[in-house]
């Protein structure tokens, strides 16, 4: 990335006249370009402007003004708010807007989510299939005149089953028999699925011209979806030179169950249990990321108890997250479980604050719009609550986190199967949207944290861990410095945090009257930058709800960072970026 | 009774009860490597079935018998059904020259605790040891699977690697004892009054070591990867035929480690054991568990190396040293002593 001369404060609107302009829709922000300019704004977006880092894209159907709108968030590695920009298209026959894959290469993945489930092509777009729906699917989920079957009004079985006392399964009846809608002419006992065949056929550079293409000894292996070591049904499409990884294509999608179109059915409160499903290692920073969206819009005050408590569970999660994530890498370098097992001792023990305080060691749904929704218990395991979290914080994470490093950290083996493997350069990690300790291993400071305090982390001190190599080894290390840095925010939260309080900003309630607008909240998720952009218009749910997923989007770069590695460290790398599969399929 | 008769009904029993003391053992080794990694993980492991969970190996034994037999369609039936007996054979014949104690002599009548007491025992265990590869590989080729197939060809280029350095690791021993015979090495041990491990530390650890490899145990199981393999060669196997791949597996544990005490630990020798030689089965057996019990300790201790540095090592590092090894042990014998 070209570094500006001198810093552009010319507004964009300016700097391309005619092609940008202000969006002026009440609630809105940021800026509408038009499509044809689209990858000329973003080059200077990117590098003129220096926001390098393209946090988020998605795509939103405003079905009553005929238009599908793509929505960028764009971020500068030194911090600030997020610039938005937005490109429009008709919403009738095929829409297409360039694709700015070769401008970040993070679009990658999310530009062929908005494709699949939009039905929005990007042009240019290197690999433009369905990611998330299977190849055969018919129609485009999230566009709003999408009706899901049995679950929608106008597509629900159950209005009457008793019609004129004639009893019938409506089921039969509807046109959607068996949660299938077929193309016409289309016999499903005769079909054979070529998705498959797509996909290898790429792998084996069928695109290529003849000359390029020789046959020589590569095997194609499916890894997963059932597979002991893909952190779920998750699967990868390998090219295989002997042992060496020639090609890697990843493939998702097992576990979709559109997350987003049912948090549109819902009410806007009744999202946040589901939150918790997305990386269910990490519900705390879930209900957070989501609870911040929202209270954007609604402008509700937080006050001061619940943000302190808000940050005391958030950072124990981040601490379980790490823990259970360095086990499972270790795992997947192949160790016998030990390290895990040994770890997971002390992950019980923050699970049990959560149980103790919301009711559920990894669905807490313990969040709500301005405020959370239970102060902590008097009790946990017949301690004294303040008594139990110190001394864990204090003494027993420390020590259990000493342990790993004389365990771990100098273990020859571990040493040599990670170092100066699956290296991601800087460069690429901020161009191919890493976030995370992945972004950060690479020599990136970016926390969000820090980057654009929320909550009260502008008050805490604690450093950004980086570590220069971007190696599988560092990934493990700076989870390690990371949980030490929690550790740190946990002892000033626990010494700040005022000894009562309110924590909820006014009544609770079930219902919100949510203001016009849009609003990206984001927060710093053990993972990465976890992401909500929601549209309210006005009605009890959202709009539009999206879930920018960094464990979705860190698989990205899996492809590149397996290129030339053996087999065996596919696994150790997919593990070094620490993947749940609820968040990468939603 | 001629004699050929009761050389024939002696061996048989000793063949009998060889067989059923290593099928026992293996039953009892899967269910202490449970028991042992267990206690590491801080964990209880099997407590259910029968105290302490001693009856768990039953109702494993017969939970396999039980499950479907699956074959996948692409498999050359014939290959896939002989690799897992293939496998598991040598794995049992292989303790059969393994002295386990010293020649008791009782109402005039000499028993000798080895099946068969071969002057060329060394060679005899290289060469049974090898076979077992062959039905690794087979498997892998015959069921029609990717993994498996690569779980087969890492078995083999694995296995030819360390078949060297395993071998000539053996070689110490039989230059110091001047003999291939298993007996006469362990009586060679008794006759220096020092176990050869002393005299050989290097020969002993790579043998060790490089046993392991030949077993495919952690943290060299690279051919049944769990984390990348699924489960390797076997991938495709199930029920009783899985089995007798487990099988071979920890009855090759107890057969490696028979070869470690007597090659280099004094065999059964320990005090009193002249005096009343069936002692010589408790000493043996007390170093065979102390060998089985570490080779559990390693697995739950450490990762799995990577597959090309698993070669270099077998390679770069295991086959030179124990070549050295040899040299300098055959210059010391010759010109030194």
Known sequence: MVAPSKPITQDLTERFPGAVSKDTRPGYEGYIVSANKLTEVATAIRDEYGYEYLASVTGVDYIADGKLEVVYHASKMSGGASLNFKVQAPRDGEPEIPSLVGVWQGADFQEREVYDLYGLRFSGHPDLRRILMWEEFEGWPMRKDWKEVYYEQDAKPFKTRWPEGSVYRIEEKNRFNKNVRYPKGFDPRSFKSDGDEKLYALMRGEHLPEHQRINTDEII??????????????????????????????????????????????????????????DYLSGMGNNHGYALAVEKLIGSKVPERAEYLRVLMVELNRIANHLWAIGFLINDLGAFQTPMLYLAKQREL????????????????????????????????????????????????????????????????????SIGVGVLPAKQAINGSAAGPLLRASGVPYDLRRADPYSIYDRLDFKVCTRPNGDVYDRYLVRIDEMRESIKILKQVLRDMPASGAIMDGESKYTHKVPNGESYGRVENPKGELGYYVVSNGAPNPYRYHVRAPSFINLTMLGDLCKGHKVADIVVILGSIDIVLGEVDR | ?????????????????????????????????????????????????????????????????????????GADKLMFNLAPIITSIPALVIMAVIPVAPDWIVNGYTVRFVVADLNVGVLYLLAIGSIAVYGIVLAGWASDSKYSMMGGLRSTAQVISYELAFGLSMVGPMLLAQSMSLRDIVHAQEARGIWFMFLQPIGFLLFFITGLAELNRAPFDMPEAEQELTAGYFTEYSSMRFGMFFMA?????????????????GGYLGPFVNQFPPLGIAYFSAKVFFLLFTMIWIRGTLPRLRYDQLMSFGWKFALPVAMLNVLATAIVLVYVM
């Open chain 1, 221 to 278: 292996v499916n890894m997963g979806p059932q597979h002991p070591s893909t952190h779920g049904v998750f699967r990868v499409v390998v090219k295989l030179d002997g042992e060496s990884v020639v090609d890697l294509k990843p493939v998702m999608g097992y576990l979709h169950r559109n997350h987003e179109k049912i948090g549109e059915r819902n009410t806007w409160l009744m999202n946040m249990p589901y939150t918790d499903r997305l």
């Open chain 2, 1 to 73: 009774m001629n004699e050929v008769t009761v050389i024939i009904i002696d061996a048989a029993i000793k063949a009998a009860v060889m067989a059923l003391v290593l099928l026992t053992g293996f039953a009892y080794m899967t269910y202490a490597e449970r028991k042992v990694i267990a206690g590491i993980q801080v964990r209880r492991g099997p407590n259910r079935i029968g105290p302490l969970g001693l009856l768990q190996p039953a109702a494993d034994g017969v939970k396999l018998f039980l499950k479907e037999d699956m074959m996948p369609t």
């Open chain 1, 350 to 417: 923050i699970l049990d604050i959560f149980e103790a305080t919301a009711g559920s060691r990894m669905m807490c749904n313990y969040m709500r719009f301005g405020g959370v929704v239970r102060d902590l218990p008097s009790r946990i395991r017949d301690e004294d609550t303040l008594d139990f979290i110190t001394d864990l914080v204090a003494e027993r994470l420390p020590a259990a986190l000493d342990e790993i490093e004389t365990l771990l950290t100098f273990n020859e083996i571990i040493r040599t199967r």
């Open chain 2, 249 to 265: 597996e920890y009855i090759k544990m107890i057969a490696v480690s028979g070869m470690v005490v007597t090659l280099y630990m």
